[in-house]
């Protein structure tokens, strides 16, 4: 049945739109924005009534790891594109770091034909740079891309060895895939829990400092400067990192990079009492560095928020800091978080919706992004005032490892609208 939602603020930075206008929905894509619509549809189309409220092209999510195939008792793909769904996503790009990894046709098939069966949010895979994520010899990236994958990526480890960065960005330059960079020099990390700093000297804690990071976000820019491949940093953290970055993008390089939305919100401090759902990699780095990553955020060295929503067990969390596995859920919390840089003052409501629909569109050269005529009936609701406290347990993800249970937020998602059909309702709009 065709959608029309009716009377709420329709934002779509890509057009420029920002006005309280009706949106009909039909046949699968976005047909006409505009005032008195509801009016003058049938009775074939069903009226959704969204005034007060923030419609928005549906947002995409270019880090998820949704666990399948291997790890289905931390995800599976139809839990987590649920989770994606009630987070007002209506796309994810699945990392390959699953058991087996997504470095091979027959398992990008495989998470595709999975996703479809679950029939809620698009599903993009990332394949694997590497074979078997081992980081010695490429995967066949052709077959990749073929078979569905939108990006390839070693993500949860960085590619090491410089010389292999070079050929695998010539590599994915032939075939027109962005390679996504999990930006960590492992001889400089050194197994570190946390970033290097006074809360970890404090905590006793084992740490790695943010260069780090920023040392091969550096390497990669020269090697990007050199194949002139399409180059993404992942869950940017540091001050130095974005400012590699802001160079790189003036030197007119290819280069892009997202943040998540624990890096925009949390400090180190998070880890000072050893909460192991504050253990994340990159670590949650200092005050400064939060910052810097607002402020790129704000004025687009910084292309999009993606939450690299990484589900644990109890098994993997409910153990000393050191010992814990790295990650949190991001998918169901993302639009609170991003939603308080709006009300601070940080970001507008268009680059609200900007980082989180066009920009990582544009990004891996997505469908969606936007509410222009035609373009896919991918649609977000968001109720930005909307108070509620997270609970852990009530998110829809299969995994509980959030820092934010129990934290006031506002701003709630009320509907997700993937190719003209709701996949989520939450609180019922007016
Ligand atoms: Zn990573």
Redesign the pocket.
Known sequence: MDLCLRGGRVIDPRRGFDAEADLLLKDGVVGLVGAGIAEGVGSDVRIVDVRGLWVMPGLIDLHTHLREPGQEYKEDIASGTRAAAAGGFTAVCAMPNTTPPNDSRAVTELIVNRAREAGTVRVYPVGAITKGLAGETLAEMGELKEAGCVAVSD??KPVMNAELMRRAMEYARTFGLTIVQ?CEDLTLSAGGAMNEGAVATRAGIRAQPSSAESAMVARDIELCALTGARYHV??VSSADSVRLIREAKRRGLPVSCEVTPHHLTLTDDACARYDTHAKC?PPLRGAADVEAQRAALADGTIDAVAT?HAPHSPVEKEVEFEQAAFGMIGLETAVPLVLALVRAGTLSPADFVARLSAGPARVFGLPGGSLADGAPADVTVVDPEAAWTCDGRALRSRSRNTPFSGRALRGRVSLTVVGGSIVYSGEQPA
Do not use: E, M, T, V
């Open positions: 993500d949860g999990h992942a869950h990699n690299d």
